[in-house]
């Protein structure tokens, strides 16, 4: 658990919690509060199904209602705020993008670096609050930030992009709790969200059917939408698939069976709206470059090892740093890994898990 | 300790009046019987919500039997509306309504339904001060419809609309006008025996009384169509066993605000005319929305430039001043109002409107407090919103 911060003043600090209606938060919330901090609940609104899509576990008016709920029996303030015009061009506008160019985005990697820890921060510092803090698991500790106690649920992973200013201001008071452990904390407590199923979809995108969300956001005849050629790695033209969004590098299922080796999806030519079908074999990458850098910690420089995680719930693997500018990382992988994705995030660690840092896989 | 927090939000609810509360305390008690029971029980009910139902009727000038208690503004303006469409297609007509489109969202979403059913709403537009465009409801008239909606006093922004002219209008044309007088009413003179209505809505909540219980005027000769199904309470217009401590927390609360009205009237406007003034010499560039018309005393609607109306209400909130932006929303959907549009208010000063309403308990003392705190939370809004659009 992470130590009482005081303020050299003496006075209680002011803490701004972000709420989504999830047990994770509240019991961050509880927590806060049990710690004798001023905590301000805070429920981001972040986007609208409109009147077709019934409510969802997530971002819906019942988890609005819930964190509400939740704050009343704290005893602390509740609001909602209203961010669905800078959660669409920030996060939605660039999943969609992304997309288009065949690429895999992660937003919530995105809906960290610039809706909860940037523009929630502006309003944290409006409201002179001295924190913030999430019911993410991870751990921010003197500045640095470092995997979450629960390997299971370990969300360091998404943290990568937020401004490293941000660390000595963040609390993650369920970080270093299982996810089982906050669930018991939960109903001691006698949350209302205590027993609330986990939400593991994209928030916006209802029932995972983000191909649903492209065809809401791009023209019926936008390239990534429209059938284009099934390739082999060695240029043969081995059918059609059904736009080259629905694909992703290391996807199995969707592709025409053979009686040979399993095919999986290699890689997407946008330009060409290729498909590249190959073997497992043809997976494998043995190095990786990051962009869109953004470092929690001292840049490293070349020749430097560290561990790199290339997909949520996958493996770190050891790395060595080829090369390293201001906007670009080239690691080599000491053991090859399994279908690399352009557009995931490639996550930097240390031996000890904290988070170095990250960049986009380019 | 924080200070007692102050309430500006009286448009949203008021807190129910100790005098309201002794009032129907028995009929939560020992007189609970059925009005409609021929027995001892019964007769005791019915005499409290007979009473109460007078007491409604002298403070608005018409007859008891013209006051129909409802369970608030909603369910009146609803019964209103749908209520003369229905009659009007029973009676073979089409079903029209029209109402103005600064309307509170009960009477748009009426009309609405009207809409649904097979009939057609028309929406009548309001000059930039808010009053209607007369010219428009002369051409709406012309399509005889089922009825004329107008609110009296608006919600959000406290704007008067000229009643006694339209009304008049409506009666020459021969076509019912219903007016929802919830915001105004006990705010200002007012008798139905100078305005020719043919419908009038009430609430309770504004007034202190409780929620749940409001009136619809029905005039004499008016036919609805009643909107609930049941016996034979309330002549069948609105049947359901009465909800009698709530009928006689109305006619107390009405009867109270009607003896206070002139009294009330000059001291809240003194109030709010104090809290203008203070915010604008603070806030120079603060807009009170709909300035030049004619406004209700106990609604001050403020357009803050460059501040969110969201934001600012949460630190209005945490600094302990409670109001609102405009109507009340759970969602936290960042809309701009239906109303402030409607005149013509630009989206972006929209969503920076807020709006302060005073009640029976404020103070003088609150207000100077309001006057502190405000340029203070605008402040800091304000900082936000650069912060946010860098």
Redesign the interface.
């Known amino acids: 658990m992470v130590a009482n911060p005081s303020l050299p003043s003496g006075r209680r600090a002011r803490v701004l919690v972000a709420m989504s209606g999830g047990v994770d938060s509240s019991v961050a919330a509880a927590e806060l509060v049990a710690r004798g901090h001023e905590v301000?609940g805070a429920t981001l609104?972040l986007f609208?199904y409109g009147d077709s899509v019934p409510d969802r576990p997530c971002c819906s008016?019942d988890s609005?209602n819930d964190a509400r709920s939740v704050c009343q029996a704290l005893g602390i303030?509740h609001?909602?705020?209203?961010m669905?015009?800078?959660f669409s061009r920030d996060v939605i506008a660039n999943f969609v993008a992304e997309y288009s160019r065949g690429r895999t985005p992660i937003p919530c990697v995105r809906c960290n670096s610039f809706t909860k820890f940037r523009?929630l921060l502006?309003?944290a510092?409006?409201?002179?609050c001295d924190y913030l803090a999430t019911g993410h698991y991870a751990v921010a500790r003197e500045g640095r930030l470092y995997r979450g106690a629960d390997p299971g649920k370990d969300q360091s992973y998404f943290l990568w992009g937020i401004s490293r200013s941000v660390l000595p201001r963040l609390l993650t008071p369920v970080g270093g709790l299982t996810k089982a452990e906050t669930r018991a904390h939960a109903r001691q407590l006698g949350l209302v969200t205590a027993d609330k199923p986990e939400s593991v979809e994209i928030c916006f995108v209802p029932d995972d059917d983000y191909v649903g969300v492209l065809e809401q956001h791009l023209p019926a005849d936008a390239p990534a939408l429209v059938p284009g050629p099934l390739v082999s790695t060695r240029g043969e033209v081995i059918g059609e698939h059904a736009g080259f969004a629905r694909y992703t590098i290391g996807q199995r299922k969707g592709l025409p069976g053979g009686a040979g080796e399993p095919r999986f999806v290699v890689a997407i030519r946008p330009a060409t709206r290729e498909v590249v079908v190959g073997s497992a074999d043809e997976l494998l990458g043995h190095r990786v470059q990051l962009a869109e850098l953004n470092w929690l910690a001292d840049p490293l420089a070349e020749g430097d090892g560290c561990l790199v995680q290339l997909r949520y719930r996958a493996r770190a693997v050891p790395a060595t740093v080829v090369t390293v500018t201001e906007d670009r990382l080239d690691l080599a992988l000491a053991v090859p890994v399994r279908a690399i994705a352009p557009g995931q995030s490639g996550v930097v660690f240390a031996d000890d898990g904290q988070v170095l840092g990250g960049g986009v896989i380019a | 300790m924080p200070p007692t927090p102050i309430y500006l939000d009286h448009a949203a609810t008021t807190p129910v009046r100790p005098e309201v509360v002794d009032a129907m305390l028995p009929y939560l008690g020992g007189t609970f019987g059925n009005p409609s029971s021929g027995h001892g029980f019964g007769r005791a009910a019915r005499d409290g919500l007979e009473r109460a139902r007078a007491q409604v009727a002298e403070s608005l000038g018409v007859a008891a039997r013209e006051v129909y208690f409802t369970s608030g503004g909603t369910e009146g303006d609803n019964l209103a509306v749908l209520g003369a469409a229905w009659a009007a297609r029973e009676a073979g007509r089409p079903m029209c309504a029209v109402v103005a489109a600064t309307e509170h969202k009960a009477v748009l979403a009426a009309a609405h339904a009207v809409t649904r059913q097979g009939g057609q709403e028309v929406l009548l537009p309001v000059a930039p001060d808010g009053r209607l465009d007369m010219a428009a409801l002369d051409a709406a008239l012309a399509g005889r419809p089922s009825l004329v909606s107008v609110m009296w006093v608006n919600n959000e922004t406290g704007v008067i609309q000229p009643l006694g002219a339209i009304a008049e209008r409506c009666r020459t044309a021969g076509i019912l006008f219903h007016s929802d007088l919830v915001a105004g009413f006990g705010k200002l003179p007012f008798s139905l025996t100078e305005v020719p209505l043919s419908l009038a809505t009430i609430t309770g909540h504004k007034l202190g009384a409780p929620k749940g219980i409001g009136a619809l005027v029905v005039r004499d000769g008016v036919t609805l169509s009643p909107q609930v199904h049941g016996g034979s309470q309330q002549r069948g217009v609105r049947p359901g066993t009465e909800n009698i401590a709530g009928a006689v927390a109305l006619g107390c609360a009405v009867r109270l605000a009607w003896q206070e009205q002139a009294r009330e009237t000059a001291r809240v406007t003194e109030l709010r005319d104090l809290l203008a003034a203070l915010l604008t010499a603070a806030v120079p560039d603060l807009r009170i929305t709909g300035s030049t018309a004619p406004r209700a005393p106990h609604v001050l609607n403020l357009q803050v430039p460059g501040c969110d109306a969201q934001a600012l209400l949460m630190h209005l909130d945490l600094a302990g001043i409670a109001a609102s932006a405009g109507s009340a929303c759970q969602t936290g959907a960042a809309e701009p109002s239906h109303v402030l549009t409607a005149m013509g208010v630009p989206p972006g000063l929209a969503l920076s409107a807020v709006r302060l309403s005073l009640g029976h308990e404020t103070t003088a003392e609150e207000v100077g407090r309001v006057a502190e705190v405000f340029p203070r939370a605008v402040a800091k809004v304000r900082a936000l919103g650069l912060a946010l659009s860098r």
């Open positions: 301000i609104k609208c008016l609005i303030p609001y909602v705020l209203n669905e015009d800078r523009d502006a309003h510092d409006a409201l002179e």
